[in-house]
């Protein structure tokens, strides 16, 4: 009999499925970031839901308000990289008997902060008692049957990019769980990184919106683990060539003699969205982000070759399939 | 400083809610069973989250396949009461690591038996690491602004009716928790009725279908307290001349010199639908809900006055805002 920790959280979920009747009509295959029900017309109903726990996914350091957005945040980076608008949402709570009065306003406070961040409203929820903190999202928003985008539509040549550097929530985790340290102004900007994570709702919307891509995700189990997930749903491989790695974590890595690619790859946390995009559609999608602001960087392409690889200064690595899964540490 | 057992679920509810923004445009109050938002034409989405907490919402000797099932049914139930149909629904599951591989099969056939049994699908949905067992169910459905029925409707002079007996899970609870006893066959019918709930979506459904209802709200947290919550959203009172309480409650009381209208009155965990009909309807409400195989049972009348009295044999009796809520025992 396998435990939790060897079944792992992938496979949990797939034997909860095997006893579960298909949905006909759904519009993305089951696994994808969000669900979506055809309802008619070609238009889709599109449905996200994801909890965060005290224990695991409130780092110490976070305050509860920044837990409550977070919270959000992990539901619309989803919706992002579906390009879909995220309409309305729910909320349901698990509290300890331990907060107080306080502790529920920084709750309010902070679920309200993600809404306006990012235009959505909450528009009900439930309450109730639990041993940890459990702030569960659900989010409904509508879309075009043709304008969702699946994680399984990558085809070799493509480019595959990504919307900002990696490695900053890595470094920060490694400050607060392990104690490593960095000096105060970078310190700050890595915890930073991890206590007010930013979907990319902008930039998935803006991509959406000019049909340019043909797979999508977002990093949120790290950069290695997300392109394994995206290469499984494509039956596709990449190359990636270019990894690119934000300054502070650069600076963290070499204080810490830590490689850089580590942090980049196996982190999590981090809210980036993963694109593939047919190289004739390459400069609209680069305009398109730019456009709202965003800026979106070439990794690498896809290849028709079942493996990740990364060559990077004439080396070759394998990108391994690991990163943040819930209980497998 | 209010801790939660002092501030109570509701006004938990509250708070959180001063901080966020209303959107436009909801088909129902905030508070009611369910949320709903327009989407043009006359059409609303409709959204229900609950969250089952193995902690507060298991009682000894349900399965975990039961509390999996019946973290479904509290969904359904809501829907129920405004007489829409689920369409699809998302599974949010914490689980703590001492689970293995048969509870993980354990929760997916629960959650599958519930699907079943009101012809919904489940199509998604996450897992994670929790130190208590959470299932968080959240579910979709589509109705007309018309049709769906609010909390608010109930006008003096309405008919007021449920859609089965109460005490049932009362006394089953009883014997869960507090060890009382009956006999054999007894027994086993009272904690049947608190391992295995059902929802009345049959009901539901053909009385919103028969255009017959003022109002509606489900009996989850209480008959008591659910007519209290009943009366604030319509601004009315009721005269409660019968409450139906199953044999086996009367039996249960009369063992152990307990009042059967406290079993049934202030229980919770019983999902039966609480309605307003004008009496001009009430054959056709009565006989809607004998089509499906149900029974709609008269229990009183609406009054312009903002109490709630039961009335029996000559008895006038003040009904209490009590029952079940979470943070409070």
């Known amino acids: 009999m396998h435990d939790l920790e060897t079944l792992g959280e992938k496979r949990i979920i797939r034997l909860i499925w095997e006893y579960l009747d298909r949905m006909p009509d759904l519009a993305l295959d089951f696994g994808d970031d969000v669900s979506a029900v055809n309802i008619g017309g070609g238009r889709v109903a599109v449905l996200k839901t994801d909890m965060l726990v005290g224990e695991t996914d409130v780092p110490p350091g976070m305050s509860i308000r920044q837990a409550a957005r977070k919270a959000v945040v992990m539901n619309i980076s989803d919706f992002a990289a579906k390009g879909v608008k995220p309409l309305a949402m729910l909320i349901s709570l698990g509290l300890p008997r331990t907060l107080k009065e306080n502790d529920i306003r920084d709750i309010g406070a902070g679920l309200s902060d993600a809404a306006r961040e990012y235009s959505t409203y909450i528009i009900g929820g439930d309450t109730n008692e639990a041993s940890d903190l459990i702030i569960s999202c659900s989010l409904l928003g509508f879309s075009s049957e043709e304008r969702i985008v699946s994680r399984g539509g990558a085809k070799p040549g493509d480019i595959v990019a990504v919307t900002g550097e990696f490695g900053k929530t890595s470094a920060g985790l490694k400050i607060l769980l392990e104690g490593l340290s960095a000096p105060q102004e970078i310190e700050e900007k890595l915890k930073e990184a991890v206590f007010v994570p930013r979907a990319r709702l902008r930039e998935g919307l803006a991509l959406s919106e000019a049909k340019v891509l043909s797979a999508s995700i977002d990093s949120s189990d790290g950069l290695a683990i997300s ?9 596709v491989g ?7 790695i934000a300054d502070e974590a650069l600076i963290f890595a070499d204080i810490h003699s830590l490689d850089p690619y580590d942090l980049g790859l196996y982190g999590g946390e981090e809210y980036e969205l993963i694109v593939t995009v047919k ?9 398109a982000v730019a456009d709202v602001g965003g800026n979106l960087i070439r990794i690498g392409r896809v290849i028709r070759e079942r493996r ?20 497998r540490r």
């Open 238 to 244: 990449f190359i990636i060539d270019h990894v690119p």
């Open 308 to 327: 990740i690889e990364m060559r990077i200064d004439g080396e070759i690595r394998n990108i391994e399939r690991r990163g943040w899964e819930h209980f």
């Open 227 to 235: 392109l394994h997930e995206l290469a499984d749903a494509s039956d």
């Open 279 to 287: 190289p004739q559609f390459w400069k609209s999608a680069k305009s």
